[in-house]
């Protein structure tokens, strides 16, 4: 079965300091990447996606995340947190399942940036 | 545009009591779907419905009915609440269901007792 698995559940950073989230998934077939964060009190929005091409991609408020296919990893980064990126983030896979296409949300990181 | 709204931002029920949360999206999208989000395990899908007309079971079906009731308005009902079912819940839309991002309602806040 599809599945998405993000290591860290909780992450403590200083301001400034860089971010990685881990995102690893787990189908072999074509897939389209997500992250989505949620600021306290918010709803989730978009953060970037990938659909195909370079599998470098950037995304809002200096976030990009790199796709490799070999490790079905899609790691989230940013060179240099600030306070207003504490949220909760969320990756995404969407794939081909029995009777349609699914979108499986990973657990969740929390972020909290000290400032 | 308002997007995707949801009423009611919050509800407490006692257990065995029913209620429908309603979702409507401004945005003309065909997909639309209902999760419900507990801490420490990210947003599980409960019901979607690919086009209006039609509706699926998601991950955690059990407990829950839906309703598509046009292209803009998709229901979620709690027939008999139970305390397993306290939880935030999301609408969300998308244009259709592959490749295309989803975009979410506020949530709303349920505490069945």
């Known amino acids: 079965a599809q599945s998405v698995s993000q290591h860290n559940h909780h992450v403590i950073l200083s301001e400034a300091a860089s971010l990685e989230l881990g995102c690893n998934y787990s189908?072999?077939?074509?897939?389209?990447l997500f992250w989505y964060v949620q600021y306290p009190g918010q709803h989730l929005q978009l953060l970037l996606k990938?659909?195909?091409?370079?599998?470098l991609v950037k995304g809002i408020k200096g976030f990009e995340a790199e796709f490799i296919k070999s490790k079905f990893s899609f790691n989230l980064r940013k060179p240099s947190v600030q306070w207003s990126d504490t949220a909760e983030y969320f990756c995404?896979?969407?794939?081909?399942?029995?009777?349609?296409?699914?979108?499986?949300f990973g657990a969740g990181t929390r972020l909290f940036v000290k400032a | 545009n308002a997007g995707v709204t949801q009423t009611p931002k919050f509800q407490v029920l006692k257990t065995g009591q029913s209620m429908t949360l309603q979702c409507a999206q401004d945005m003309n999208h065909n997909s639309m779907y209902w999760y419900r989000q507990d801490p420490g395990m990210g947003l599980r899908l409960i019901y979607y419905?690919?086009?209006?007309?039609?509706?699926d079971k998601g991950e955690v079906p059990n407990g829950y009915n839906v309703s598509r009731l046009n292209k803009r308005e998709f229901s979620l009902r709690l027939e008999s609440a139970a305390p397993s079912q306290t939880s935030v819940y999301f609408c969300?839309?998308?244009?259709?269901?592959?490749?295309?991002?989803?975009?979410f309602g506020p949530g709303t806040r349920l505490t069945v007792t």
């Open positions: 995404a896979v969407n794939a081909r399942n029995t009777g349609g296409f699914k979108t499986i």
């Open positions: 189908y072999g077939g074509t897939v389209n």
């Open positions: 990938y659909f195909s091409g370079d599998p």
């Open positions: 419905s690919a086009s209006e007309g039609t509706t």
């Open positions: 969300a839309s998308s244009s259709g269901q592959y490749s295309y991002e989803q975009y």
